[in-house]
């Protein structure tokens, strides 16, 4: 095979790795200690002890709660095939109490395929789903109620959930409420007759640490020595790829990652563009594709918008940032053409402009949404009188300085003094 073949084929067995989200949490899966293992453990002890559960799954988006939850549902309809029901509502979708009942109802349909009727009323349909609970519960058959977005379901009246978890109050019912949501106090949403029904049990899902991240980058780069690709290509490629994992510049990049979102979906995201910018001609991964990958996912149109500024705009920039430092509740372009002048006064600059060309910058920026007015209910004062604010952070200004490539020195260190 030549080089790029193998190549490419490399490239389809990553790609389909950072696809599978089965194989991406699998390390996470072995520890007793993960939530892998404790909400199997909860939902496994639901269908075979024959008891109605409710659980949380809380943590910020992107850390795998939805991933970890279909390998646990995936793993228990394999064990018990004919013990588990799963139904699947979405908050963005279903939180209204009667679209929620009548999506459940309709997927109880499908299931044990019955007709299901669009006409039918709320009660109809709250009754048909406890009657289903009942039956299902006389059958040993556990009906797991998966709700995302669990805290738009806690608006409003709340019917929907009173009615799950008090139908979970009978003997004869056998279902399991599991709740997804990224809101941390999602319990203390709920009405007391439901909090009061709800089992409090929660599981905290966090993003990765930096050698959970290092360990889940090595488990899904590392090429597999039993694949059908030739075993000198994979010793080679996975050689070159510990080499480039353990270099500084590698570790600086997944921290520079890290510090923006340290979230497996952000992590999985720049694994992918990283294996797309693989040179098939090479047939390895270099630590440019992974800065290439770095810079594509961190696209941020407000350093973008700086690359286009003119030296005097970056001026009136550094100028504002200047008067933020210093805790001004309020300036105006005034008050910037004073910073401006101060500093034309202390360093003697050549980069001085008229107050008018001063103005038509202010007002450039303002277009580019760079700065903004603090309130819009003066439009019929000056745009000189205005009090006005930044819209980017010293991070973007100081890169978007240091990027610009006639950038005069006087502006880097006077933000250099301000930090």
């Not at 991406?24 to 909860?42: G, Q």
């Not at 006005?388 to 006087?410: M, N, T």
């Amino acid at each position: 095979m030549g080089r790029e073949n193998l190549a490419g084929e490399a490239l389809i067995l990553l790609r389909s790795r950072l696809c599978n989200p089965k194989f991406v949490f699998s390390p996470f899966s072995d520890s007793a200690d993960s939530n892998y293992s404790k909400l199997k453990f909860i939902l496994s002890s639901s269908v075979t002890e024959a008891c109605n559960n409710s659980v949380l799954l809380l943590g910020p988006r992107g850390c795998g709660k939805n991933a970890v939850l279909e390998l646990v549902i995936e793993d228990l309809l394999k064990e018990y095939p004919d013990m588990i029901s799963v139904i699947k509502l979405n908050g963005l979708l279903h939180s209204d109490d009667n679209c929620a009942v009548k999506e459940i109802a309709r997927q109880l349909c499908v299931e044990h395929q019955l007709l299901f009727s669009k006409m039918v009323s709320f009660d109809d349909n709250t009754q048909f789903m406890i009657g289903m609970l009942r039956e299902c519960g006389l059958a040993h058959k556990t009906v797991m109620f998966v709700l995302d977005e669990f805290d738009l379901f806690a608006q409003g009246k709340q019917r929907l959930l009173y009615c799950l978890l008090d139908a979970m109050q009978s003997v004869t019912s056998q279902a399991v409420v599991i709740g997804v949501s990224c809101r941390l106090d999602a319990d203390q949403l709920l009405e007391k007759r439901v909090r009061s029904r709800f089992s409090h049990r929660k599981l905290l899902f966090l993003p990765p640490s930096k050698e959970d991240l290092q360990r889940l980058i090595k488990h899904i780069l590392v090429l597999p020595t039993d694949s059908s690709l030739p075993h000198d290509y994979v010793v080679e490629f996975n050689a070159k790829l510990l080499n480039i994992l353990a270099k500084e510049r590698f570790k600086q990049i997944i921290d520079t990652l890290s510090n923006s979102d340290s979230t497996c979906s952000n992590l999985l995201r720049f694994l992918f563009s990283a294996v797309c910018h693989m040179d098939l001609k090479s047939g390895f991964l270099l630590i440019e594709n992974f800065k290439a990958a770095l810079s594509s996912i961190q696209r941020q149109p407000k350093l973008e918008g700086l690359k286009d500024c003119s030296i005097l705009e970056l001026y009136m920039l550094v100028c504002m940032w200047r008067l933020e430092v210093r805790e001004q509740d309020s300036y105006n372009f005034n008050s910037v053409m004073k910073e401006y002048r101060s500093i034309h006064d202390s360093f003697q600059t050549s980069d001085y402009y008229a107050r008018n060309v001063c103005l038509r910058a202010f007002e450039h920026l303002l277009e580019r949404e760079l700065i903004s007015f603090m309130d819009h209910r003066g439009h019929n004062q000056s745009t000189e009188f205005r009090p006005a604010k930044l819209l980017i952070s010293y991070h973007e200004l100081y890169q978007g300085l240091k990027s610009y490539r006639s950038c005069p020195a006087i502006l880097q260190k006077l933000i250099d003094r301000e930090r």
